[in-house]
T-cell receptor, first 116, second 116 residues
Framework: GAGVSQSPSNKVTEKGKDVELRCDPI?????LYWYRQSLGQGLEFLIY????????KSGLPSDRFSAERTGGSVSTLTIQRTQQEDSAVYLC??????????????FGPGTRLTVL | AQKITQTQPGMFVQEKEAVTLDCTYD???????LFWYKQPSSGEMIFLIY??????QNATEGRYSLNFQKARKSANLVISASQLGDSAMYFC?????????????FGGGTRLMVKP
C-alpha cells in the first residue's frame, strides 16, 4: 500500500524567501506529525494534528513556522523568511491514533531544505 | 536532561554476527512506549520494533529483538545474523503516556556499519 509521501524531495531557497513543504499521509491515518532532522539538533518534534482537534504546536521553533492540514488529510508546513539555520530534513509521519502508547508513526522520505 | 540516550555514535559488526545497540531512557510516566527505527542513507525512517512499558515479554520481530530491562530503563535492540543491508542509522524513540502528547522523543542515533 501507499506510504507517507512528501514533496518536494529537495528544496533549495535563498535566505528570506518563504517555502512550503507538503505531506500526504497514509490513507486512514488520522494523526499527522512534522519533525525536523538537523546535524546539530538531531530529530525534533515540530507539530502534530489529530482529527479535528487543535494542533499541538509546542515544537515549532519560531512564529516563522506554521502548518495546516486541510480536510483531515494533506498537510503543508510553511516557513516564512527562511534563515540558514532552517536548513534540515523535514520529516512527516502519520499514525492511526490510539490512546495507548503503542501508536506507531510511519514516516515519509523527507524534504531536504537548503537555505543559501 | 536527555530523555533518550544512545551512547554508541558508531558501531561495526561482521556480517552474520549479532549486534546490540544500546538505548536508555528517562521518564516518570508509568505508561510509555519505546520504538526503534532504521534510517538508511536514502533518508526514510523505517519502523522496526515496539515495546510497551506494561508488556511482560521482550518484543521480537524477525531478526530484531528488544532486550527490555525496565528497572534499568534500558531498551537495547539486538539484531541477529547481520546483513550488509543493515548498515544504517538506528534511532531509539519514546512516546510517553497520554498526558504527555503524542510526539516521539528520539535519541541521537547509532550508525551501524556491517563489514563483509
Amino acid at each position: 500500500g501507499a506510504g507517507v509521501s512528501q514533496s518536494p524531495s529537495n528544496k533549495v531557497t535563498e535566505k528570506g524567501k518563504d517555502v512550503e513543504l507538503r505531506c500526504d499521509p497514509i490513507s486512514g491515518h488520522t494523526a499527522l506529525y512534522w519533525y525536523r532532522q538537523s546535524l546539530g539538533q538531531g530529530l525534533e518534534f515540530l507539530i502534530y494534528f489529530q482529527g479535528n482537534s487543535a494542533p499541538d504546536k509546542s515544537g515549532l521553533p519560531s512564529d516563522r513556522f506554521s502548518a495546516e492540514r486541510t480536510g483531515g488529510s494533506v498537510s503543508t508546513l510553511t516557513i516564512q523568511r527562511t534563515q540558514q539555520e532552517d536548513s534540515a530534513v523535514y520529516l512527516c509521519a502519520s499514525s492511526r491514533w490510539t490512546t495507548l502508547p503503542r501508536d506507531t508513526q510511519y514516516f515519509g522520505p523527507g524534504t531536504r531544505l537548503t537555505v543559501l | 536532561a536527555q530523555k533518550i540516550t544512545q551512547t554508541q555514535p558508531g558501531m561495526f559488526v561482521q556480517e552474520k554476527e549479532a549486534v546490540t545497540l544500546d538505548c536508555t531512557y528517562d521518564t516518570s510516566d508509568p505508561s510509555y512506549g519505546l520504538f526503534w527505527y532504521k534510517q538508511p542513507s536514502s533518508g526514510e525512517m523505517i519502523f522496526l520494533i515496539y515495546q510497551g512499558s506494561y508488556d511482560q515479554q521482550n518484543a521480537t520481530e524477525g531478526r530484531y529483538s528488544l532486550n527490555f530491562q525496565k528497572a534499568r530503563k534500558s531498551a537495547n535492540l539486538v539484531i541477529s545474523a547481520s546483513q550488509l543491508g543493515d548498515s544504517a542509522m538506528y534511532f531509539c524513540a519514546m512516546r510517553e503516556g497520554k498526558n504527555a502528547g503524542n510526539m516521539l522523543t528520539f535519541g541521537g542515533g547509532t550508525r551501524l556499519m556491517v563489514k563483509p
